[in-house]
């Protein structure tokens, strides 16, 4: 795990040395994901540099430094990540790769690129990754991020130059960069707590989307009409996979799934367990960490250390769950009980942690988990990718028997529905359910409120079932309404030409969510708030081996009974008690809407100040003042909203850029597509 940077000056406007010192400046930005060394190879005569920081996590010598150089010197390459099948990769090239120089992942890749070619290397590589990759002979860079997206990669023209880095902070450090926020990308940040790939929060720059290659020769990069984006290609193609999967000729038959499921569980846990560094586990006490975390005590030499963060509320704490796995299992188990004062003083290290916004407020445990579980081991496996890998969202469930439930029912009896539950203000609604869930039947008695009756308003209008989710899944409707002169651009949510061919709802959600929320926001929020603290987070249930065997089980492998998971619960039962799989799922939840009343709300009136909004040019504060004060006086929940608006803010702060304001009386542009109400999309990059 380690930071990269570079440039292409395709023009020659830098002197070699002060080539090398713009990326050594760049990657020196990234010393917190490298902390054991630094590195910076140039290519002159082209105008090309290659910058490194360090984690040692294999071969712990000089032998493993980068920027590394192939043995015939045509190959220069820089990777951050991890190569889990090397030893294999290298028992496969010439000799055994006795001819190598040291044990490296990042040599056997090279190595592997020299005699296979980039291709087939690729094809070949198990692992997450993002690396670039210099051809001195054909003066061609390449780029290329893992299938799944556990490591980020971003990239742009920066004046004269093509410039690509770990993070945005690195390319920020260029002398050239002048940066412009993407209003129609923050438009996404607000419907999804993240900006989806390829785009970023800044103008003309942009994230490789997931098991993506990107190459251009030097010629071509001295062309600025050279389109980045129309240069990307897909090696491992998640569509290709589901839609091939559904074939049923290639389905794994159940008598046979478990045992294979099994084996590759173990295999992708042994491989993540490679280190020459100590390797622990973070430990929720939920069945994808749990799992995992057994299937690593059963092939390690002695306990494995495990980490877990507990809160003092009772309703969001895990911790109690976390460590009757860890007794089961006879773990070294770690565990720290947040006070609300300490999970809030994170709060403004998040703009430097998050150089992009990103507003899932678990990045807050998250990160004190990495730092607890850094001050043990460099390297930690989690359990993300089960939710999305073997559906196990309710979200799925919810979604799925709502969009059954409307099947046949007029359009027109769905909308008069809708009209009249929003007859009835929030507040109204929730004065009812109290009076219902303290006298009334028993069947009225769960978690509704008035936010979630005109959220299911809003839900009754739509047709398309794609649309449907992505609604569900927004945490606003209409965000292009809050962004001065914001326009939503297409997503494969709202562009048809992307939508998978998948006959099952569920499936098409899993889908969704494995291409956008799984590598955008869960992985970026791991990798992000572990690599701040220099600690290596490894996911095996991401290996993408597992992915493509997940993707050819039926559905009914997966969600059984109204209960996801299902294959993978028949799993955790050949390691674990039942028992220990049979509790509610609550994931890495804050007290956030309380807090925002409270303890945080000098912050937050600061930051949402009107007079601060309009100068800024940026978010209409209209709107934004009314959800706050709607908030604050407890008739609406718009925590998630208001968050996001204060992540971009806080962000905005400590990432200030260049034409900020704009006039507030332009027209807004609110179109309506298919009974969804949407924003008009932009022409695209």
């Not at 971003?154 to 209003?183: C, M, N, Q, W, Y």
């Not at 129309?230 to 996979?241: A, D, F, K």
């Not at 939920?286 to 495990?306: E, F």
């Not at 704490?317 to 947040?338: F, I, N, Q, S």
Request: proline share 6%; hydrophobic share 45%.
């Amino acid at each position: 795990m380690c930071g990269i940077a570079g440039l292409l000056d395709p023009e020659r406007r830098f002197a070699p040395a002060a080539l090398a010192e713009v990326v050594g400046r760049m990657a020196d930005t990234l010393r917190h994901r490298g902390p054991d060394g630094a590195g910076v190879w140039a290519d002159p005569a082209a105008g090309m540099a290659l910058g490194h920081r360090r984690l040692a996590i294999i071969d712990l010598t000089a032998t493993g430094s980068q920027p590394m150089v192939s043995a015939s010197g045509r190959y220069c390459l820089v990777l951050n990540g991890e190569i889990y099948n090397h030893a294999a990769l290298r028992r496969e090239l010439p000799d055994g790769g006795t001819q190598l120089r040291g044990h490296s992942d990042t040599e056997v890749l090279l190595a592997t690129i020299e005699q296979r070619g980039l291709e087939r290397a690729l094809a070949a590589a198990v692992g997450m990754f993002a690396f670039a990759l210099w051809d001195r002979r054909s003066r061609t860079l390449s780029l290329a991020r893992d299938h799944l997206g556990q490591k980020p990669l971003f990239f742009g023209r920066i004046g004269s130059t093509f410039a690509f880095a770990s993070e945005l902070k690195a390319l920020a450090a260029h002398p050239e960069f002048r940066p412009e926020v993407d209003r129609g990308a923050l438009v996404l940040f607000l419907r999804h707590q993240y900006v989806p790939a390829p785009h970023t929060i800044w103008r003309d720059v942009y994230k490789l989307p997931a098991g993506s290659l990107l190459r251009f020769s030097l010629e071509e990069g001295a062309r600025a009409e050279v389109d980045l984006l129309g240069r990307i290609e897909r090696y491992w193609c998640l569509r290709t996979v589901a839609e091939r999967g559904q074939d049923a000729a290639a389905r794994v038959h159940e008598r046979d799934a478990l045992q294979r499921l099994d084996q590759l569980l173990n295999q992708a846990v042994r491989d993540c367990m490679v280190a020459d560094v100590p390797v622990g586990a973070f430990l929720s006490g939920g069945i994808d960490s749990s799992l995992v975390t057994a299937l690593m005590q059963r092939h390690a030499a002695r306990p494995v250390k495990t980490f877990t963060i507990g809160f003092f509320e009772a309703q969001f704490d895990e911790a109690e769950h976390a460590r009757a796995v860890a007794r089961h299992l006879g773990t070294e188990h770690t565990e720290l009980y947040l006070t609300p004062d300490e999970a809030r003083a994170t709060i403004p290290e998040l703009p430097e942690i998050f150089d992009e916004p990103l507003s899932d407020p678990s990045q807050i445990p998250t990160f004190h988990v990495a730092r607890l579980a850094r001050q043990q081991v460099v390297a930690c496996l989690s359990g993300d990718g089960g939710d999305e890998v073997f559906g196990g969202y309710v979200r799925y469930l919810l979604a799925d028997r709502l969009r059954r439930r409307l099947v046949g029912v007029p359009r027109g009896l769905r909308q008069a529905a809708g009209v009249l539950a929003r007859a009835l203000p929030p507040g109204g609604w929730d004065l009812a359910f109290r009076l219902a869930r303290s006298s009334g039947p028993a069947g009225l008695r769960g978690q509704w409120s008035g936010d979630r009756v005109h959220k299911l308003a809003a839900l009754l209008r739509i047709d398309d079932p794609d649309q449907l989710y992505h609604a569900v899944i927004s945490a606003i409707d209409q965000p292009c309404t809050l962004v001065v002169e914001g326009d939503e651009p297409p997503t494969v949510f709202t562009d048809p030409a992307q939508r998978p061919a998948l006959t099952e709802y569920a499936e098409r959600m899993m889908y969704f969510d494995a291409l956008t929320y799984l590598p955008e926001n869960i992985m970026a929020k791991v990798d992000r708030t572990s690599m701040a603290v220099s600690l290596e987070t490894r996911a095996p249930l991401l290996d993408h081996r597992l992915v493509e065997f997940a993707w050819q089980l039926p559905l009914e492998a997966k969600i059984r009974a109204g209960q996801g998971k299902w294959l993978l619960r028949q799993a955790f039962e050949r390691y674990l008690p039942a028992e220990l799989a049979d509790r509610p799922k609550q994931g890495f939840a804050i007290p956030l809407a309380d807090w925002l009343r409270g303890p945080l709300r000098e912050w937050a009136e600061e930051l949402l100040d009107e007079r601060r909004l309009v100068r800024e040019g940026f978010l209409r504060p209209g709107p934004i003042r009314r959800r706050w004060r709607e908030h604050l006086h407890g008739s609406r929940n718009w925590s998630g909203l208001i968050w996001n608006v204060l992540m971009f803010q806080a962000w905005h702060e400590r990432w200030p850029s260049a034409g900020a304001a704009r006039a507030l009386e332009r027209p807004h542009r609110v179109t309506s597509a298919q009974g969804w109400p949407s924003c008009a999309p932009a022409s695209g990059l």
